[in-house]
């Protein structure tokens, strides 16, 4: 996994898929990329992909410590996540750490939330490096646990001053 760059995008037609082109794409052959293109309108495009970089979400979810000024930076990150779509962030992190690497349409039912928004959510969270995601199911990362732990802090903070 990874970062990937777009090296060229061109048009094509039909009778330029070739068999190596549709595995490429995760075909069986050139017939399954026509059916599949079929359902749709519009014109074919060829996109030749390679690899950039290392996902830089590794890294950031893995730290284990942060400066108050990364802090109040993610702080401010997810304050504006949960402006947006009501407060879910806390009560999404809790869930996730209470029950790890359990299948997303669970958790969304026990917060009462789409299966299709929960993801969405996550993925935000994912992107701040404060989950990780399994193949069924997320896990609350380093970074995740101690943003936690410091969320919890200053919340106690405001409400005994």
């Not at 990937?4 to 017939?31: H, P, Y």
Request: net charge positive.
């Amino acid at each position: 996994m990874g970062v990937t760059r777009i090296d060229e995008v061109v048009k094509i037609d039909e009778d330029e898929i070739s068999k190596k082109d549709a595995i490429n794409a995760g075909f069986e052959s050139v017939d399954a990329v026509l059916n599949s293109l079929r359902k749709g309108p519009g014109s074919i495009y060829k996109i030749k992909l390679s690899y950039q970089s290392a996902d830089p979400r590794i890294s950031l979810r893995s730290q284990t410590t942060i400066s108050e000024e990364e802090f109040q930076k993610i702080k401010i990150k997810l304050d504006r996540l949960d402006k947006t779509r009501g407060p879910w962030v806390m009560k999404t992190l809790q869930l996730i750490g209470k029950y790890p690497e359990r299948r997303a349409g669970d958790l969304a039912d026990m917060i009462g939330m789409e299966r299709m928004d929960f993801k969405l959510n996550v993925r935000k969270l994912k992107n701040l490096g404060l989950t990780i995601s399994h193949e069924v199911g997320y896990s609350i990362s380093p970074l995740g646990n101690l943003v936690m732990t410091k969320l919890a802090g200053s919340v106690r903070t405001r409400s005994t001053t």
